[in-house]
């Protein structure tokens, strides 16, 4: 049978445990399309976030913090002035995805979710 000591420490590792869990949301934006990008806009629930140029071939990283869950939206601007925006995606802390860029259309997967 479990003490009170016990049942306290095992509390208090759950809870060191889900504090430590990542708290970011992670956007890996790849080019695969004949065209640069000029920047890309990552719109979320609570801010912002926007990226530099990518050269085609190339990728980017776009991070967010987050505290709860969100939706978010790409919108990609290329060097000829068009734009192309994608589906919400549902994120949670520790999500990363993988956005490729193609054809003046942007599909989104799932990478990673967190370890809990």
Known sequence: MWG?????????????LT??????VSVTIQNDGPM????????????RVVSGQIPVGKTSKMKFPLA????YRL???????????SHDEYAE??????SRVQDGQVTTELSK????
Not at 36 to 47: A, D, K
Not at 68 to 71: I, K
Not at 75 to 85: I, P, R, W
Not at 93 to 98: A, C, D, I, R, T
Request: include cysteine; hydrophobic fraction near 45%; proline fraction near 4%.
């Open 4 to 16: 009170r000591r016990e049942v306290i420490a095992a509390f208090a590792v759950c809870f060191a």
């Open 19 to 24: 504090a430590c869990r990542a708290r970011i």
């Open 36 to 47: 640069s990008i000029q920047s890309v806009e990552l719109i979320h629930e609570h801010g």
């Open 68 to 71: 709860g869950e969100t939706s």
């Open 75 to 85: 919108v990609v601007h290329f060097a000829d002035g068009s734009t192309a925006t």
């Open 93 to 98: 802390p520790g999500y990363e995805f993988l």
């Open 113 to 116: 979710l967190p370890a809990y």
